[in-house]
C-alpha cells in the first residue's frame, strides 16, 4: 500500500463515507469506520470527517455505534459547532430500550468535553439516576461527576448531592462505590464526602459484596471515620478481619492502613496487624509482578522503620537474584542492611559480599555501603570483607569501599587501624572525584598512622596541574596542612609547592582563596593553625543517634500504602511542593533514581537529632557542674517530683548510655558497672534558667523495665514534662540496642 | 484515578492511548523515556515517576510499558494490580499480550479499556462479566460476523451482575457438571556453590474451573491443611470456616479462577528435585576456559522431572562457545550472551550434561564472578510441598457432579550459583 499522507488519507474516507454503496452495505460501512479509528488512534487528525461520523452514528448496529462515540469524544472540543449535531441522536439513545444503549450513550455523552454540552446532558443524567438498569446508574452516577468538572468551579448542586447520598443505598455495590468517587470529585472543595457513621456502617456491611477495586476504595473513604467509642472500634476491626486475608495485596494494604489508623491508641493491635500481613507482604515481595515487589518492598523497609526485627527471620527472602530489575535489587539491599542481627549477620555479609562483584557497577557499589552500613554495628566483620575488596583492585569498587571508609572511621573511631593499614596502595584505583576526596581527606586525619601517607600526597601534589576537580584540590590543601601538623619534616616541601602553585597558578577562585587562606594562617602562627584545624576526628555520637532512630507506628500510618514510601519522605515533601504551590516549578533533578549513595546522616535523622537536642522550650545547659556530695545532699532534701516505669531488653552498655546523654547535656554522677543487678545510675541536668533536675535510673531485669525517678529543685511541670520527654527520648533510642 | 494510560512497546513508541479525563499529551511520557534512557536496561525502568504535574506508574509485561498516568494521590498498588488486570484481560482475549495483538484488535481494547474504567475509576475487571459485554475474537467467530454482519458485542447485559452473589451469574445451566482443580506449586530457590540452599520456598496456587448448574455449595477440604501457613483467598471462600475448620467452602464463580494462592516458607522442609554439578572456570591471562555441567535428579519422589531447560547469561567478555551436550540442544547467543540448554526429561540411568570451550575475548581480564544458572523443569502428578486434596463435597444441587484435581510442581526463580 502506498504511503498516504493523513489528508489524502482523509479525502480518501470522507469519499468512502458518503458513498450511498458504502452506507447501504453495513459491513462495509463498519470496516471504513474501524480505519477511521485505527488513523485516529495513531495519532493523525481525523477530525475532517466529523460531520460524516455524526451521519453514521444514526445505526441500529450497538458496534458502530461505540466506534463513532468513540470518535465523537476524541475530537468533540476542537468542532463544538458540529458535535451540537450529535446531541439529538445521543439524547434518543437515553431513551432506547436497550439499557446498554443507554448507558453507553449516557457515558458518551458526559465524556464529550464541549463547552454549552452541560444544558443538554442535565435531564438524562437525572433521568439516568432513576434508571431500572444498574448499568446507567453507574454510569449516570460517575457522570454527574464529569458535569460537575465541565461546569467548572461553579456552585455545588445541592439536589444533586443529596440524590447521590441517597443513592449510595443503592442494591448495587458498583453504583455504591460510584456515588462515592462522584460526591468525592463533586465536594473536593469541602473536603470530600461526608462519612458519618450509618454511612460507615452501611458501606462495612456491604464490604464483602464490592469487587477489590471497590473495596480498595472503601477502605480509603473511611478512613475519615472517626468511631465514637471503643467498643465501636473494635466492631469495625472485626468486620474487617477477613479483608486481611484478601487476594489482591492492594486490598490488604488498604485494609492494615485503616486498622493502622484506627487503633492508634493500641499499640499493640496494630503490632499484631503487622504481624499478620507479614505473610502477604512477603508473598508481594516474591510476587511475579517486578513493579508489585517493588511497592511491597518499600513498605517493608517503612515497617521496618518501626519494628526493627519484624522480618529478621525471613532475611533470606531478601535476597536478590541476578535477573531482577535494578530497582528492586537496590531496595532488598536496603531492607537486608537492616534486618542483620547477630545470628544472620554472617550469611547477610557472604551474600553481600558476592553482589559487590556483580557485573552492573551502581548495584556492586549500593552493596558496598551496604556493608558500610552494617559496620556501625559489626565493625571488625565488615572491615575485614571492605579490606579484601580493596584487593580485586577496581576502579569502581575500590573508589566506594574509601568513600565508606570515610564515614566509618568518623563514626567508629575503634576501626581506625585496621583501616589505616588497609590504605596503601589503593590511590592506584582511585579515578572519581568522590573518592579522591575520600582518599586524601583520610591521609590527611589520619596521616600519622600511614607510613607512606606523604608520599601519596606528593603524587597529588605533582599531578595538580592536570587535576579536574577543583573540589579534590581543596581537600588536598586541607589533608596537606592537618599533615603537616603531624609530619612537618616530610610535608614542608610539597607543601610550599602546592601553595605557590594554588595562589600563583590556579584558576578556580575558590581553591585561590583556600589556598591564599591557609598561606595568611600560617603566617599568623602554628598555634592558630592548630586551632583552627585540629577538629575532632570522629564523633560517634551521631552514629548512635542515628542508627537507633526508631519512630512510632503512628508516626508513618498516615503515609501507608500511598506514593510516599515508594519515595522516602524527604523526596516527597519536596515533590509535593514543587506540584502543589508551584505548577510550572522547576523539574527535580534525579527523580527517578533510586540510587543511594550512604550519605553521612540522611536529612530526616539529621532533624530527629535536632529534636533530642533542643525539645520544647527546654534549654539545657552544657557543662552544669554538680558534685557526687551536692548531688547526694539535694537528692535526700527533695521529693520524688515524677516516676515512671519505661521497657528496657537486655543489659546496659553504660558507656553508651553515658554517651547519648551527654549529647543531650545530661551529665552522668554516678553509675553501676555493666552487668550489676539491680542496675543504678544517677544523672543531673539543669536548664537555662537555673532549674535542676536529678534523675535516678533503677534497672531490675527479671521485670524488663526500666524506672525513672526524677527530683526538682524548683516545682514547675511544664519544664519537667519537656525534661522527662527528652529522657524518655534517649532511654527508648538506647534500649532497643540488640547486644 | 487514573487519567490515562500508555502503551509503549519496546523501542519507544506510543502505539495506543487512552484519556478518562481530559486529554494529557503524550509530551508526558518523555519524562518515562529520560528515566528510561538513564536506566540503561530497559527492564529497569523504575515503576513509578514523578514528573512535575503527574505521577507515571508503569508495569512492564512481555516487552510492552502500560503507563497510567495519575494526577492524585493513589494507592501505589492498587495501579500496579489494576494495570497488571488490563494486562491480563487483554492476554485473555487475544491469547497473548502483544502490540501485534493489540494493534490487529484495537477496536476491541478501546471497547475493553471503555468498559474498564469509567472516569478513571475500574468499573467491569472481572472477565466473566467482561465476556458477556463482549465477546473475544475467535476465528470462527470473525468468519461468522463477516457473513451475517452480527457483531461481536453482547446485545444483552450481563445477567450476573444483579444476582445476590456477585462473582457468580445466576441460572447456569450444563449439561455435564464438572470441577476440576490444578494443584500448581512454584519453587523459587537459590542454590550456593556447594549445592547447599541458600533459600527456597513454594509458591503454590489452586486453579479451579468449575462448570456447575445453578447455585452449588462447594466444600474442599484437605489431607494436611496445616501445611498451609500463608494464604490468600478468592472472595468468595468463607474466610471464618477455614479459620475454624481449615475447610475451604463456597460457592464458586462461573469458569475459570483462582481458588486461592498459598506460600510455604523455609520454616517447613523445601525438598529440592534437582541438582547440578557443575565446574566453570576461566584461566587467567588466556582466550579459553572450560565449562561442565551436569544435572541429576534429588528427592523427586520418584516422579519423572521433564522439561528442563538451563539458561546462563555469560560475561561479556565470552566470545563463542563451543560444547557437546549428551541430551537436547544448545544455543549460544554472541550478541546477548545467553546460552540456553533444552534438556528434556532426566533419566537416572545417563544423566544429561554439557560440557565444552569457551572462548573469551583476548586480552581482556578474566571474569570475577562465574555466572548463575537459571533452571526451569516440571514434574507432573507431584505437588512438592505434600498437599493433597482429601475430598470436594456439594450441598444446595441435586445432580453428582464430575470431580478432578491435577498437581503439578514447576521451577519459579530457581538459581544455582557457581
Not at chain 1, 114 to 133: H, S, T
Not at chain 1, 187 to 214: F, T
Not at chain 1, 522 to 528: C, E, P, R, T
Amino acid at each position: 500500500m502506498p504511503y498516504l499522507g493523513s489528508e489524502d488519507v482523509v479525502k480518501e474516507l470522507k469519499k468512502a463515507l458518503c458513498n450511498p454503496h458504502i452506507q447501504a452495505d453495513r459491513l462495509r460501512y463498519r470496516n471504513i469506520i474501524q480505519r477511521v479509528i485505527r488513523h485516529m488512534t495513531q495519532g493523525l487528525d481525523m477530525s475532517g470527517v466529523f460531520m460524516e461520523m455524526v451521519k453514521a452514528s444514526a445505526t441500529v448496529d450497538i458496534v458502530q455505534k461505540k466506534l463513532v462515540y468513540l470518535y465523537m469524544c476524541t475530537y468533540a472540543p476542537l468542532k463544538p459547532d458540529l458535535a451540537l449535531l450529535a446531541i439529538n441522536t445521543l439524547c434518543k439513545d437515553c431513551s432506547d430500550p436497550n439499557p446498554m444503549v443507554r448507558g453507553l450513550a449516557l457515558r458518551s455523552m458526559c465524556s464529550l468535553r464541549m463547552p454549552g454540552v452541560q444544558e443538554y446532558i442535565q435531564q438524562p443524567i437525572l433521568n439516568g439516576l432513576r434508571d431500572k438498569a444498574s448499568y446507567v446508574r453507574r454510569v449516570a452516577v460517575l457522570g454527574c461527576a464529569k458535569m460537575h468538572n465541565l461546569h467548572g468551579d461553579s456552585e455545588v448542586d445541592g439536589a444533586l448531592v443529596n440524590e447521590l447520598y441517597s443513592l449510595l443505598r443503592d442494591q448495587d455495590p458498583i453504583v455504591v462505590v460510584n456515588c462515592l468517587r462522584s460526591l468525592e470529585e463533586i465536594l473536593k472543595q469541602e473536603g470530600g464526602v461526608v462519612i458519618n457513621k450509618p454511612i460507615a456502617h452501611h458501606l462495612l456491611n456491604r464490604m464483602s459484596k464490592l469487587d477489590q477495586w471497590g473495596q480498595a476504595e472503601v477502605l480509603t473513604f473511611l478512613l475519615r471515620y472517626q468511631p465514637h467509642s471503643e467498643e465501636e472500634l473494635f466492631d469495625i476491626l472485626n468486620l474487617l478481619d477477613s479483608l486481611l486475608k484478601s487476594s489482591s495485596p492492594g486490598v490488604v494494604m488498604g485494609a492494615t492502613k485503616l486498622f493502622l489508623i484506627l487503633a492508634k491508641k493500641f499499640p499493640h493491635v496494630q503490632t499484631d496487624v503487622l504481624m499478620r500481613i507479614k505473610g502477604t507482604l512477603l508473598a508481594a515481595c516474591s510476587s511475579e509482578s517486578r513493579e508489585l515487589c517493588f511497592a511491597a518492598l518499600c513498605h517493608v523497609r517503612q515497617i521496618l522503620h518501626s519494628l526493627p526485627g519484624h522480618f529478621s527471620s525471613h532475611y533470606k527472602k531478601f535476597f536478590c537474584s541476578y535477573s531482577e530489575p535494578h530497582y528492586i535489587k537496590l531496595q532488598k539491599v536496603e531492607v537486608l542492611c537492616e534486618l542483620v542481627n547477630d545470628e544472620n549477620v554472617q550469611q547477610v555479609l557472604d551474600e553481600l559480599r558476592g553482589y559487590c562483584t556483580d557485573v552492573s557497577a551502581d548495584f556492586a557499589q549500593a552493596a558496598v555501603f551496604a556493608i558500610g552500613g552494617i559496620a556501625r554495628t559489626y565493625t571488625d566483620q565488615c572491615v575485614q570483607i571492605l579490606t579484601e575488596l580493596l584487593g580485586l583492585r577496581q576502579e569502581h569498587i575500590t573508589t566506594v569501599v574509601v568513600q565508606t571508609f570515610r564515614d566509618l572511621i568518623w563514626l567508629c573511631p575503634q576501626c581506625t587501624e585496621a583501616v589505616c593499614q588497609a590504605l596503601p596502595g589503593c590511590e592506584e584505583n582511585i579515578q572519581d572525584s568522590e573518592g579522591k576526596q575520600a582518599l586524601i581527606w583520610l591521609l590527611g586525619v589520619h596521616g600519622e598512622r600511614i607510613p607512606n601517607a606523604p608520599y601519596v600526597l606528593e603524587d597529588f601534589v605533582e599531578n595538580v596541574k592536570s587535576e579536574t576537580f577543583p573540589a579534590v584540590k581543596m581537600e588536598l590543601l586541607t589533608a596537606l596542612l592537618r599533615l603537616f601538623l603531624s609530619r612537618p619534616a616530610e610535608c614542608q616541601d610539597m607543601l610550599g609547592r602546592l601553595l605557590y602553585y594554588c595562589i600563583e597558578e590556579e584558576k578556580d577562585m575558590g581553591v585561590r582563596d583556600r589556598g591564599l587562606f591557609y598561606y595568611r594562617l600560617l603566617l599568623v602562627g602554628i598555634d592558630q593553625v592548630k586551632r583552627i584545624l585540629c577538629s575532632p576526628k570522629s564523633d560517634p555520637s551521631l552514629g548512635l543517634l542515628e542508627d537507633q532512630a526508631e519512630r512510632p507506628v503512628n508516626s508513618w500510618a498516615s503515609d501507608f500504602n500511598t506514593l510516599m514510601p515508594v519515595y522516602g519522605k524527604a523526596r516527597w515533601a519536596a515533590i509535593s511542593k514543587c506540584q502543589g504551590a508551584e505548577r510550572r516549578g522547576p523539574e527535580l533533578p534525579n527523580t527517578a533514581s533510586f540510587t543511594t549513595s550512604g550519605p553521612l546522616i540522611p536529612e530526616e535523622n539529621k532533624e530527629t537529632a535536632q529534636e533530642l537536642s533542643d525539645s520544647g522550650a527546654l534549654m539545657l545547659v552544657p557543662n552544669c557542674q554538680v558534685t557526687a556530695e551536692y548531688f547526694e545532699k539535694t537528692w535526700l532534701s527533695l521529693e520524688v517530683a515524677h516516676q515512671q516505669v519505661l521497657p528496657w531488653q537486655g543489659a546496659v552498655h553504660p558507656d553508651t548510655l553515658q554517651m547519648a546523654l551527654q549529647v543531650v547535656n545530661i551529665q552522668t554522677i554516678a553509675m553501676s558497672r555493666a552487668g550489676t543487678q539491680p542496675w543504678k545510675a544517677y544523672l543531673s541536668a539543669q536548664d537555662d534558667t537555673g532549674c535542676l533536675f536529678l534523675t535516678e535510673l533503677l534497672l531490675e531485669p527479671e521485670n524488663a523495665e526500666m524506672q525513672i525517678s526524677v527530683k526538682q529543685n524548683e516545682a514547675r511541670t511544664e519544664t519537667l514534662n519537656s525534661f522527662i520527654s527528652v529522657l524518655e527520648a534517649v532511654i527508648g533510642t538506647i534500649g532497643d540496642i540488640k547486644s | 484515578m487514573i487519567h490515562s494510560l500508555f502503551l509503549i512497546n519496546c523501542s519507544g513508541d506510543i502505539f495506543l492511548e487512552k484519556h478518562w479525563k481530559s486529554v494529557v499529551s503524550q509530551s508526558v511520557c518523555d519524562y518515562f523515556f529520560e528515566a528510561q534512557e538513564k536506566a540503561a536496561d530497559v527492564e529497569n525502568v523504575p515503576p513509578v515517576i514523578s514528573t512535575p504535574h503527574h505521577y507515571l506508574i508503569s508495569i512492564y509485561r512481555d516487552k510492552l510499558f502500560f503507563v497510567s498516568v495519575i494526577q492524585t494521590e493513589v494507592p501505589p498498588l492498587f495501579v500496579i494490580e489494576f494495570l497488571h488486570r488490563v494486562a491480563d484481560t487483554f492476554q485473555d482475549y487475544f491469547g497473548e499480550c502483544s502490540e501485534a495483538a493489540i494493534k490487529d484488535n484495537v477496536v476491541i481494547v478501546y471497547e475493553l479499556l471503555e468498559e474498564m474504567l469509567d472516569n478513571g475509576f475500574p468499573l467491569a475487571t472481572e472477565s466473566n462479566i467482561l465476556k458477556e459485554l463482549i465477546k473475544p475474537p475467535t476465528i470462527l467467530r470473525s468468519v461468522v460476523n463477516s457473513i451475517t454482519g452480527s457483531s461481536n458485542v453482547g446485545d444483552t447485559l450481563p445477567t450476573g451482575q444483579l444476582s445476590n452473589i456477585p462473582w457468580r451469574r445466576a441460572g447456569v445451566k450444563y449439561t455435564n457438571n464438572e470441577a476440576y482443580f490444578d494443584v500448581v506449586e512454584e519453587i523459587d530457590a537459590i542454590i550456593d556453590k556447594s549445592g547447599a540452599t541458600v533459600f527456597a520456598e513454594i509458591q503454590g496456587v489452586i486453579d479451579a474451573c468449575i462448570k456447575l448448574s445453578g447455585m452449588p455449595d462447594l466444600s474442599l477440604s484437605f489431607m494436611n491443611p496445616r501445611l498451609l501457613d500463608d494464604v490468600s483467598f478468592h472472595p468468595c471462600i468463607r474466610f471464618k470456616r477455614w479459620e475454624s475448620e481449615r475447610v475451604l467452602s463456597f460457592i464458586p464463580p462461573d469458569g475459570n479462577f483462582r481458588l486461592i494462592s498459598y506460600r510455604v516458607s523455609s520454616q517447613n522442609l523445601v525438598a529440592i528435585p534437582v541438582y547440578v554439578k557443575h565446574s566453570i572456570s576461566f584461566k587467567e591471562n588466556s582466550s579459553a576456559g572450560r565449562f561442565d555441567i551436569t544435572i541429576g535428579p534429588k528427592q523427586n519422589m520418584g516422579k519423572t522431572i521433564e522439561g528442563i531447560t538451563v539458561t546462563v547469561h555469560m560475561p561479556k567478555v565470552v566470545l563463542n562457545m563451543n560444547l557437546t551436550p549428551t541430551q537436547g540442544s544448545y544455543t549460544f547467543d554472541p550478541v546477548t550472551k545467553v546460552l540456553t540448554w533444552d534438556v528434556g526429561k532426566i533419566t537416572p540411568q545417563k544423566l544429561p550434561s554439557l560440557k565444552g570451550l569457551v572462548n573469551l575475548q583476548s586480552g581482556a581480564p578474566k571474569p570475577e564472578e562465574n555466572p548463575s544458572l537459571n533452571i526451569q523443569f516440571r514434574i507432573q502428578q507431584l505437588a512438592i510441598s505434600g498437599l493433597k486434596v482429601n475430598r470436594l463435597d456439594m450441598y444446595g444441587e441435586k445432580y453428582k457432579p464430575f470431580k478432578g484435581v491435577k498437581y503439578v510442581t514447576k521451577a519459579g526463580k530457581f538459581q544455582v550459583r557457581t
